[in-house]
């Protein structure tokens, strides 16, 4: 005989809410975490990208003749940084990241025969703070990104 409960069907419903609620939270929670770490490792890849391109730029333009000396040019050191921080050498447009600037681009020659393009980056979560329980001051998720690039100068 089959149970024509009306009431167990309510119950039934009733459970099903209850674990959604339960769940829910956790799987929002996990759905942001994966998205923040996505985003940031999106602008890493985006900066180390960026950082290889300016060290190669340098490297092709910083050798003078075939003496084997290496000369940092104002305008090749300008020209780099831009191209870390804009994609192109002439400094135009929006920058690759948000809030990225030149003064974040460092171009040093470490010895006669290298390059060096160092940069940093800050980076800004999606989510920005976790508010603290309890009366604790609330976590910021932000932190300093660095690449280094070194390169053989042609």
Do not use: C
Not at 51 to 60: E, K, P, W
Not at 116 to 134: E, K, M, N, Q
């Amino acid at each position: 005989m089959i149970n024509k409960d009306p009431t167990s069907k309510q119950k039934q419903a009733g459970v099903a809410a209850l674990e959604f609620t339960v769940a829910a939270p956790l799987l929002i929670l996990v759905v942001l975490a994966v998205t923040e770490f996505a985003w940031a490792f999106h602008q890493y890849h985006t900066m180390t990208r960026a950082t290889r391109d300016g060290a190669r730029h340098m490297a092709s333009g910083a050798l003078i003749g075939s003496v084997g000396v290496i000369y940092l040019d104002s305008t090749l050191v300008q020209e780099a940084g831009n191209l870390v921080v804009y994609g192109n050498t002439s400094g135009a447009g929006d920058p690759l990241l948000p809030n990225w600037t030149i003064a974040d681009i460092s171009v040093t020659s470490p010895n006669s025969s290298h390059v060096r393009v160092s940069a940093s980056y800050d980076y800004v979560p999606l989510v920005g703070t976790i508010p603290a329980f309890y009366g604790g001051a609330p976590l910021s998720l932000s932190f300093q990104m660095q690449s280094t690039v070194e390169m053989r100068a042609l």
